[in-house]
Structures are given as structure tokens and as C-alpha cells.
């Protein structure tokens, strides 16, 4: 019974020995990434209500933004998030770096109210608070990085037949919604932007994992840039990276900053941890338990940001009757709140 016992905790303290150096590097990364990525949203919000103002806005298919300053100074402040969450994927798995994201929708929700006046009402702050816990509960149960010496590897996993069917019907989705539903609905539904760029993110960080990795290699000896394969992952984050910057601004200018993050934030990391786990088989290195808590903690944060998109238009309070500005009527510069499809804000004006 004793001898049991003694196994049991010693199978125990091997399943939770630690995060591992390259794990502990990969999340410092990942939180940096945050928190400037958190605070790109708000900065490059602010240069499109400006560019908006002179001319046509990115919402209905104009790119005066691009003679913006302040929102190159968001664009600027995205790119060093981005750097520093390219080189957390080099050293962590995707399914401990993607979640972390979380803290940039606290972040750009937080600075939305006080910057942008998105007012945030008391279950938004509890919804925040619940994506912080999901997130730590996924973190403290991610699995360790996948030992991997060459990109030729990453290559092998990305052309393995469950993989290829999954890129398939990302691209064929992808397609159908750029070019059948977004002509109709984009204005009006937040859910086909964010598809669009969470479809395609989940390929592009399969790729910028697969050059991280080998950026890694090359810097410790092991030359990969003379493989084919670290091009052609290059070129897929290249073309997906400018599509998702694409659609991410048309929805940024559509729709509240504070809706916008956390659906995309929940539809990315869906979409990015069930391409990992399909390319990197992260779960096959993990038990049961392990697998469910951070189901669990994915869970959780689904429910903070429902909380934060179902009371975008609460306020605290005393029972009042609901005040929808129509957008670009604000004082301030002309804009106001933007969580009212464009339909909705027709039918208030009549």
C-alpha cells in the first residue's frame, strides 16, 4: 500500500514537474506580445477615426489610413508585439503561446474606455477577469515543446494527409466568405471579418512556428535557411499576414474595439490550438487530466468573453432606457459607438 502510495506522488511530480526553460522563455515572449499588441489595437483605432475623418474609411473599402501617422505608430507597435510572439512560438508550444492573448483584450479593452470612451460596464471587468484565469489554467497544464532538429520536420508534420485537409478547408472557407458572404454581410456581421482573419491566422502561425524554429537551428549551428521549405513557409506567412492585417482593419473601423478583440481573440485560438494540435500532435505528449483542465480553461475564457461582447452596450448604474449613439457623432473627432450593425442604426434614425 505504502509502495502504492509513493508511486502515485512520484507519477503525480512527473506529470507537473515544471515549465521548462524554453517553456518560461516562450511565455515571457508571449507576454510582451501582449501588451503591445493590446495597445496597438487602440492606437491604430484612434489613426483610422482620423483617417476616416478626411477620407474614405477602411470599413466600406478605402485605404486613406496608409498617410496616417498615429496609425503607423499602431502598425509600428503591432509589429514589435508580433516579433516577440514570432520568436515566444519558437521556444513554447502553440497551445501555452496563443491564450496569452487574452491579456491583449483586457488591455485594449481597458484603454478603450479611458481612450476611446467604449464605456466597459462591471460583468465586462469580470468577463476580463475571467479570460486572466482560463489562460493561467491552459499555461500551467501546456505541454512541452516538441524536440524537433530540422524545418524539414515541420515540413513532414505540415504535408502529413490530417493537416493538408484541415489548410484545404481553411483556404476553401476562407475563399467562400471573402468572395460570397462579406460583399453582403461584412458591414452588419462582426463574425465574417474575424473569420476571415482567424482562419487564415491559424495557418500563419503554424508557419512562423515552423521559421522560428528554424531561426533558432540556424543561430545554434544548424544552417536551415538553405532548405526550400523555410522559403515556402516565409512566403505562407507573408500572404497570410497581409490578408489578415487586411480584414482586421475593415473590422476595426466597422465594429467596437471592445467586441472586436475578444471575438477575435476567441475564434484565433480556437482555430490556432486545433491546427496545432492536428500538425503537432501536441495532446499525444500530455494524459487525460491534462487534456480536460485546459479544455477547462478554454472554457473559461469563452465565458469572459461572452460576458464582455453581451454588455458592450450596458452602462452602470440605476435601470435607464438604453442610449445608442449612431456612430461618427461623437465630439471628440466625430465618432461615436460602434457596436450597432449599420441596419440597426437605419431603423433608430427613422
Request: net charge neutral; proline share 4%.
Amino acid at each position: 500500500m505504502a509502495s502504492e502510495v509513493v508511486g502515485s506522488t512520484q507519477s503525480w511530480k512527473d506529470v507537473y514537474r515544471g515549465m521548462s526553460s524554453d517553456n518560461i522563455k516562450g511565455l515571457v515572449l508571449a507576454l510582451s506580445s501582449s501588451i503591445f499588441i493590446g495597445a496597438s489595437f487602440i492606437v491604430k483605432k484612434k489613426g483610422l477615426k482620423k483617417a476616416g475623418a478626411s477620407g474614405v474609411r477602411a470599413g466600406v473599402g478605402g485605404y486613406s489610413y496608409l498617410f496616417e501617422p498615429l496609425w503607423w505608430v499602431g502598425m509600428i507597435t503591432m509589429i514589435v508585439g508580433e516579433v516577440a510572439n514570432f520568436a515566444a512560438y519558437a521556444f513554447a508550444p502553440a497551445i501555452l503561446v496563443t491564450p496569452l492573448g487574452a491579456l491583449s483584450i483586457i488591455i485594449s479593452a481597458v484603454l478603450a474606455h479611458v481612450i476611446l470612451r467604449e464605456r466597459l460596464h462591471t460583468f465586462g471587468i469580470l468577463g476580463c477577469a475571467l479570460c486572466v484565469v482560463g489562460s493561467i489554467t491552459i499555461v500551467l497544464h501546456a505541454p512541452q515543446e516538441r524536440e524537433i532538429e530540422s524545418v524539414t520536420e515541420v515540413w513532414d508534420l505540415a504535408t502529413e494527409p490530417a493537416f493538408l485537409f484541415y489548410a484545404a478547408m481553411v483556404i476553401t472557407t476562407s475563399l467562400v466568405l471573402i468572395f460570397h458572404y462579406l460583399p453582403q454581410y461584412g458591414q452588419t456581421h462582426i463574425m465574417f471579418y474575424i473569420g476571415v482573419c482567424s482562419l487564415v491566422g491559424s495557418l500563419s502561425v503554424m508557419s512562423v512556428k515552423a521559421i522560428g524554429i528554424a531561426l533558432k537551428l540556424t543561430l545554434s549551428g544548424m544552417n536551415q535557411l538553405i532548405y526550400p521549405q523555410t522559403w515556402a513557409f516565409t512566403m505562407i506567412v507573408i500572404v497570410c499576414i497581409i490578408t489578415q492585417m487586411n480584414y482586421l482593419n475593415k473590422a476595426l473601423d466597422t465594429f467596437n474595439t471592445a467586441v472586436v478583440s475578444p471575438i477575435y481573440y476567441v475564434m484565433f485560438t480556437s482555430l490556432t490550438i486545433l491546427a496545432s494540435v492536428i500538425m503537432f500532435k501536441d495532446w499525444d505528449r500530455q494524459n487525460p487530466t491534462q487534456i480536460v483542465t485546459e479544455l477547462c480553461g478554454f472554457v473559461t475564457i469563452l465565458s469572459g468573453t461572452f460576458l464582455l461582447h453581451k454588455t458592450k452596450d450596458m452602462v452602470d448604474g440605476p435601470p435607464t432606457l438604453p442610449v445608442r449613439l449612431p456612430k461618427h457623432t461623437d465630439e471628440e473627432d466625430g465618432f461615436g459607438q460602434e457596436g450597432i450593425p449599420l441596419k440597426r442604426q437605419d431603423s433608430l434614425r427613422s
